[in-house]
């Protein structure tokens, strides 16, 4: 076993205290308003969300950050957490990353795992407190991409069986299904050059727009 698998597992797991499981980015009102009916919209939904939204945005981005964390870069870490915050295309999308940001925040620092020497950006995004707790940890790149990318997933799911006709036997065929697409959206990522960034999901953006005036809701996104 590597010794980071562990840290690994911590990070990513539904039972972190940072309340991820209350946001569902859009997925309860695709599927209120009857866009997602179905076990296969649902795959296709979660899988062109993953390749050209986590892989264009949230995945190069923690990569730099881990990047700019361990080269104590801090401009670098201002920068590109400012550039994430811009591309959360609604006020939702905004608030959810920046209230996991600081939960995040706050719990890191109660463990310690926080320098005290080492600045964050003033409005500190999720996905850069994961960053800063990967490099942490000694996670590497690939594996922590990874591990972001099944935790995004593992919590849309458990939206969908709330909000979805979806039984858990179905759910786990469709994390099954999906785990070749987390591989190759986090190798697209890797690869990928700066001014290749960028999320394109109108779709995805319309749907977390109307999800903030959607009469009934269980989740804050």
Known sequence: MTPALLPLLQLVSPALPIGAFAYSQGLE???DGGWLTQEGELEAWLSGVMESGLGQVD???ILRQMRAWRAVDDGALDHWNQW???NRETRELLQEELQLGGTLSRLLASLELLPAE???PPEPAYCTLFAIAACHHGIEESDALQGFCWSWLENQV??????????QTAAQRLLQRLMPVIVRTC???LALEDEA???TL???AIASGCHETQYSRLFRS
């Open 158 to 167: 458990t939206v969908a069986c709330k909000t979805l006709p979806l039984g």
């Open 29 to 31: 009102y695709a599927i």
């Open 59 to 61: 995945l190069p981005l």
């Open 197 to 199: 960034m960028g999320g």
């Open 84 to 86: 994430l915050l811009a």
């Open 118 to 120: 080492r600045p964050l």
């Open 202 to 204: 109108p779709g995805f």
């Open 187 to 189: 190798d697209t990522a």
